[in-house]
């Protein structure tokens, strides 16, 4: 099968996308998993919990002169938006790592941004791109595939594959 280095993009995972009815426990979850090696600065998990529902679900905005509570997603310019974003996707890759029937040989992150290298083939990889996107209905995967040139860009640079396998930017 033909190795295909790919890049790609969680369309979905901005914060306005994030469910926050299900973030709030998935973090919670997450700490509890870790708490040994975090410093809760005596703070409990729910009082965690208690100060992320106070951050996330109670955002107003005002469109002309009425206002309005979000009641979807995290609220534009909210500086938890983002680590609740990252945090939220790494839920979802644990799962995409449980469950998927292939799994890329290599795969990482930054932020909303994924690179890949695939070597099941094409048609293992459409199927299993269609997996990722039914992981969640509010995020979405887009795709890449490395062009004619055997190069994918990735964030601000560009990765080659070389005719040894190797690969450089």
Not at 81 to 87: H, K, R, S, T, W
Not at 140 to 159: A, G, Q, Y
Request: proline share 5%; net charge negative; glycine share 6%.
């Amino acid at each position: 099968a033909r190795t295909y280095v790919d890049q790609w993009h969680c369309s979905g995972v901005r914060a306005a996308n994030v469910p926050v009815e299900e973030a709030i426990p998935t973090i919670c979850n997450m700490i509890q998993r870790h708490i040994g090696n975090i410093n809760m600065h005596g703070l409990t998990v729910a009082d965690v919990e208690h100060l992320l529902e106070l951050c996330l679900c109670n955002s107003y905005f005002r469109f002309d002169e009425t206002f309005y509570r979000q009641t979807k997603g995290v609220a534009m310019g909210n500086k938890m938006g983002p680590p609740v974003a990252i945090l939220f996707l790494h839920h979802l890759e644990l799962e995409m790592q449980a469950s998927a029937p292939l799994k890329p040989d290599f795969y990482g992150r930054y932020i909303d941004d994924l690179l890949g290298v695939w070597c099941h083939g094409q048609e293992a990889f459409e199927e299993y791109q269609a997996f990722m996107n039914q992981l969640h209905p509010n995020i979405t995967f887009t795709t890449e595939m490395e062009d004619e040139n055997r190069s994918v860009p990735f964030l601000d640079i560009k990765i080659s594959r070389n005719n040894d396998q190797t690969c450089t930017t």
